[in-house]
């Protein structure tokens, strides 16, 4: 059963739609107010309408977390107006598919500072109220962050740094009470894969694809436990690590893995184009 946040209030990043906009309902639902945090003011807006619709105190603060002012501004907005946090999900996230020479300088920046130097900042600031609080910090990675991505060098370099970022500050944090985990899913059925999906490298697909709702609750249930890390699915993690560990190995996988990719890839692009 999903725990009771009922009195807290959590702040979400990437707010507006898939995963943050299924944790942002489910936080709702276990009764979180909740701070929605995205680019797009207006699909913002529409989901904390239906949110208060539905019961749920929800505030809506559009942000470009790659901006640490927005950053600032985010965490100052959510006291000011529920006056705590208790819970934060950093969720927003950015992707490059491709070689990086197919992209500027400054492009490729804006995705390590959206995966990786947002969450860090927004931790920062959110800290010293979770420790008053007693809250919790989940960050959303990947599988990418448990092995190496071709053509996606830069994305899976920033969950790489993602990760080792909530392990080594779930230690840091421990003795204050304050919980710190990541959540690693392979694909999700959302438009960060599916708007993009001739990008999307074979190997991706190579995994069950997972939903929104599925990779949320896992965020509440880290939310709840502080358990360091959950997967989804979690073979696909284990095998991602062996991978890591042994680059031999993950040479000798990847054919057979990107065999079985490109023809689930081959299923999803039917589904979408409608034939």
């Given at each position: ?49 239906a949110l208060r619709s539905e019961g749920v105190d929800a505030l809506a603060v559009p942000s470009d977390v790659s901006k640490p ?63 008053t609080t007693g809250g919790a910090v989940v960050n959303v990675a990947s599988l990418a962050g448990r092995v190496p991505v071709t ?125």
């Amino acid at each position: 059963m999903t725990a009771s946040f009922s009195g807290q209030t959590v702040i979400i990043t990437g707010a507006s739609a898939g995963i943050g906009e299924a944790c942002a309902r489910q936080f709702g639902r276990a009764g979180a107010a909740v701070v929605l945090a995205a680019r797009g003011a207006e699909r913002l807006e529409a989901l904390a309408d239906a949110l208060r619709s539905e019961g749920v105190d929800a505030l809506a603060v559009p942000s470009d977390v790659s901006k640490p002012d927005d950053c600032a501004a985010l965490v100052e907005r959510a006291v000011e107006h529920f006056g705590q946090i208790d819970g934060l999900v950093n969720n927003a996230g950015a992707n490059m598919r491709g070689g990086i020479e197919n992209y500027t300088a400054a492009e490729l920046a804006s995705v390590v500072q959206v995966n990786l130097t947002a969450p860090i900042v927004l931790t920062r600031l959110a800290l010293p109220h979770l420790r008053t609080t007693g809250g919790a910090v989940v960050n959303v990675a990947s599988l990418a962050g448990r092995v190496p991505v071709t053509h996606e060098a830069v994305y899976s370099a920033t969950k790489f740094g993602l990760r080792a970022f909530t392990i080594a500050m779930a230690e840091e944090v421990r003795d204050a009470g304050v919980r710190m985990s990541v959540v690693s899913p392979g694909p999700v059925d959302t438009g960060f894969i599916m708007e993009d999906i001739d990008h999307v490298p074979d190997l991706v697909f190579s995994q069950p694809m997972s939903t929104s709702e599925e990779i949320a609750s896992l965020v509440l249930a880290c939310a709840a436990d502080g358990q360091v890390e959950r997967m989804q699915p979690r073979l696909g993690g284990h095998l991602a690590t062996l991978a890591y560990v042994f680059p031999v190995l993950r040479r000798a996988l990847l054919p057979v893995m990107e065999r079985r990719g490109r023809k689930n890839k081959a299923r999803f692009v039917a589904r979408n184009r409608g034939s």
